[in-house]
T-cell receptor, first 111, second 116 residues
Framework: SQQGEEDPQALSIQEGENATMNCSYK?????LQWYRQNSGRGLVHLIL?????REKHSGRLRVTLDTSKKSSSLLITASRAADTASYFC???????????FGSGTRLQVQP | DGGITQSPKYLFRKEGQNVTLSCEQN?????MYWYRQDPGQGLRLIYY???????QKGDIAEGYSVSREKKESFPLTVTSAQKNPTAFYLC???????????????FGPGTRLTVL
C-alpha cells in the first residue's frame, strides 16, 4: 500500500527556477524523508524531518511538515539541470523502521 | 569504500525458474530491506530484517523468500510462485540501532529482473 502520494506527478521547469513538490500521507509518522532517484539508479537520501519539526533546510533544499494536514513539501531553490530526477517522499511509522514510499514526482529541469 | 552492492545489475529469468538476487553491505548496519519498484511507481516493501537470523514480511512478500545468515548479506529469492516478477529490485540498509525518528536508509544500485 502507498502511504504517501506526491503532487504533481511530473514537473518541468527552467534552470534557475524553484521547484516545489508536495506529499500527503495517511497515518501518524515518526519521520518523513525525501529521496532522489536518477533514472534506473538507486535512491539517494536528501533530508529527514521528524514529526515534531515543522521546517528543515539543507543547502538548496527546504522541507516543511504539517502533521495536522498530514502533508509535506520539498522546495528546491535555484534549480539546475543536474536536479533532473524523480523525487520520493517516504514515511516511517511507529514501531516500523521500514519506509512506506509515495509514487514520486518526476522533475525535469531544462537548461 | 563503504556502501551497498547488488548483483547482478541485469537478470533474465525464464518462467518457472527461481532466481536469487544478491545484496551486500559493509556499513555495519543491523537492518536491511528489499523493495520492488515497477515502472513509474514508488517502492513497495517485500521483506526486511532488523537483525541477523530474523526477518519480517513486508507488504508484498508472496512469491519471495529471504535469508539473513550474516550481518553483511541479505539475499532475495524470487520464486516461480511470484506471478509478475519483472521489476526493478532495490536493497537498502539502515543503522537499526538509531532511534526510529532519525533512522535513514542507504540504497544499493538495484537489479533489473526481466522474465522471458
Amino acid at each position: 500500500s502507498q502511504q504517501g502520494e506526491e503532487d504533481p506527478q511530473a514537473l518541468s521547469i527552467q534552470e534557475g527556477e524553484n521547484a516545489t513538490m508536495n506529499c500527503s500521507y495517511k497515518t501518524s509518522i515518526n519521520n518523513l524523508q525525501w529521496y532522489r532517484q536518477n533514472s534506473g539508479r538507486g535512491l539517494v537520501h536528501l533530508i529527514l524531518i521528524r514529526s515534531n519539526e515543522r521546517e528543515k533546510h539543507s543547502g538548496r533544499l527546504r522541507v516543511t511538515l504539517d502533521t495536522s494536514k498530514k502533508s509535506s513539501s520539498l522546495l528546491i531553490t535555484a534549480s539546475r539541470a543536474a536536479d533532473t530526477a524523480s523525487y520520493f517522499c517516504a514515511t516511517s511509522t511507529t514501531g516500523r523502521r521500514a519506509l512506506t514510499f509515495g509514487s514520486g514526482t518526476r522533475l525535469q529541469v531544462q537548461p | 569504500d563503504g556502501g551497498i552492492t547488488q548483483s547482478p545489475k541485469y537478470l533474465f529469468r525464464k518462467e518457472g525458474q527461481n532466481v536469487t538476487l544478491s545484496c551486500e553491505q559493509n556499513l555495519n548496519h543491523d537492518a536491511m530491506y528489499w523493495y520492488r519498484q515497477d515502472p513509474g511507481q514508488g517502492l513497495r516493501l517485500i521483506y526486511y530484517s532488523q537483525i541477523v537470523n530474523d526477518f519480517q514480511k513486508g507488504d508484498i512478500a508472496e512469491g519471495y523468500s529471504v535469508s539473513r545468515e550474516k550481518k553483511e548479506s541479505f539475499p532475495l529469492t524470487v520464486t516461480s510462485a511470484q506471478k509478475n516478477p519483472t521489476a526493478f529490485y532495490l536493497c537498502a540498509s539502515s543503522d537499526g540501532a538509531a532511534p526510529f525518528d532519525t533512522d535513514t536508509q542507504y540504497f544499493g544500485p538495484g537489479t533489473r529482473l526481466t522474465v522471458l
